[in-house]
C-alpha cells in the first residue's frame, strides 16, 4: 500500500521534472549556458538549475521569459497549458491562500455543484461538508497561523457554512468514512466537540448520507495514511501540509477508490455508528460536569 502514499507524489514531481527538461532544451537549442540564461534574465543561476531538475515550479512569467530569452515564444502556449496541468495537480497552500481561504471554498463549491458522488475518508478530522460552525473555525484559524495567510476565518467559515446546503439535495450521494480518532482528538473545544458530534449523529440520517467510523479494535484491511476525497470517478484530492494534490489519473482513481472500499468495508454504519458517536460524546460531558463540580 506505499504507493497509495506516493502515486500522487510521484507523478507531480514526473510532471515538474518534465516541464523542467523542456526547459533545459529550449536554453540548448537557444546556445545558452544556463549562467548566461540566468544573467539575461537578472536571476540567480541556481535558479536555472532549479527549474531545469524539477526542484522548483515556474510561474507563468518566468516561462514568458524564458521562451522570450530563448527565441522560442511559439512554445510558450503549450509550456503554459503543462503549468496549468501541474498547478492543477500540486496546488501549494501559499499560492491558493494568498487571498485568504474563502476563496478557496468558493472554487471548492463550483466543484461541489458538478459532483453527484462524494466518497471522503478522514483519519483525523470531521471532513468540511459535515463540520458545524464552530469546528470550521478552529480548523481555519489554525491553518491561518500555521500557513501564514490572511485571516479571514469569518468569511470562510460562512462559506463552508451555505456549501452544506448540497448536503440535503437528492440528486448528491455522499459516503462518508470516519476514525474514531477523528472524533476524539482535541482538536477544538470540548464543547464545540460535543456540537460537532451531535451534528454528525444528526447528519447520518440523512437518506443520502452514508456515515461510517472504524471504531479503535478494528482490524484493519487497509492502513489509513491520510485522509483523500474522490468526486464522482474523475478526481483525488489529498491534502498536505503544504499542498493540495489533485490526481486524475485513472489508475490512480481507481487505486484510491479501492484502497476506499477497504477502509468502508471495516466501518461500522447506522445504530451501531450512532452509539459509537454517543459514547463519546457521554464521556466528553461527563469530563466537563467533572471540571464543573471541581471549579465549585
Known amino acids: 500500500m506505499r504507493s497509495v502514499r506516493s502515486s500522487g507524489i510521484t507523478t507531480v514531481h514526473e510532471a515538474r521534472s518534465a516541464l523542467g527538461q523542456r526547459l533545459r532544451e529550449l536554453r540548448q537549442q537557444a546556445g545558452l549556458s544556463g549562467r548566461q540564461l540566468a544573467e539575461s534574465l537578472s536571476w540567480a543561476p541556481s535558479k536555472v ?4 531538475n524539477g526542484r522548483q515550479t515556474p510561474t507563468a512569467e518566468d516561462i514568458r521569459e524564458w521562451t522570450r530569452s530563448t527565441a522560442s515564444e511559439d512554445q510558450s502556449e503549450t509550456l503554459l497549458t503543462s503549468l496549468h496541468t501541474l498547478d492543477l495537480q500540486y496546488a501549494e497552500w501559499q499560492r491558493q491562500l494568498k487571498t485568504g481561504f474563502a476563496s478557496h471554498q468558493n ?8 459532483t453527484r458522488f462524494f466518497r471522503a475518508f478522514e483519519p483525523t478530522v470531521v471532513p468540511g461538508l459535515l463540520q458545524t460552525a464552530g469546528y470550521a473555525r478552529e480548523r ?3 491553518g491561518a497561523t500555521t500557513l501564514k495567510v490572511p485571516h479571514d476565518v469569518d468569511e470562510a467559515v460562512r462559506v463552508r457554512t451555505q456549501r452544506h446546503e448540497i448536503l440535503y439535495r437528492p440528486d448528491k450521494r455522499f459516503h462518508f468514512v470516519l476514525t474514531e480518532a477523528a472524533l476524539r482528538y482535541r482538536l477544538c473545544a470540548t464543547e464545540v466537540m460535543l456540537g460537532q458530534l451531535d451534528r454528525l449523529v444528526s447528519l447520518s440520517t440523512l437518506p443520502n448520507v452514508k456515515l ?28 498536505t501540509y503544504s499542498a493540495e494534490l489533485n490526481l486524475a489519473q485513472p489508475s490512480e482513481v481507481k487505486l484510491y477508490g479501492t484502497a476506499f472500499e477497504q477502509l468502508a468495508a471495516v466501518a461500522t454504519y447506522g445504530r451501531a455508528a450512532r452509539a459509537l458517536i454517543t459514547q463519546i460524546s ?15
Do not use: C, N
Not at 212 to 239: C, K, N, Q
Not at 282 to 296: F, P, T, Y
Open 49 to 52: 538549475s532549479k527549474l531545469e
Open 107 to 114: 472554487t471548492i463549491a463550483h466543484l461541489d455543484e458538478r
Open 212 to 239: 461510517g467510523i472504524i471504531a479503535f479494535s478494528t482490524r484493519y484491511t487497509v492502513a489509513p495514511w491520510h485522509g483523500f476525497w474522490i468526486l464522482d470517478h474523475d478526481r483525488v484530492m489529498v491534502e
Open 282 to 296: 457521554d464521556g466528553l460531558s461527563a469530563e466537563v460536569s467533572q471540571v464543573s463540580e471541581d471549579s465549585e
Open 140 to 142: 481555519f484559524t489554525q
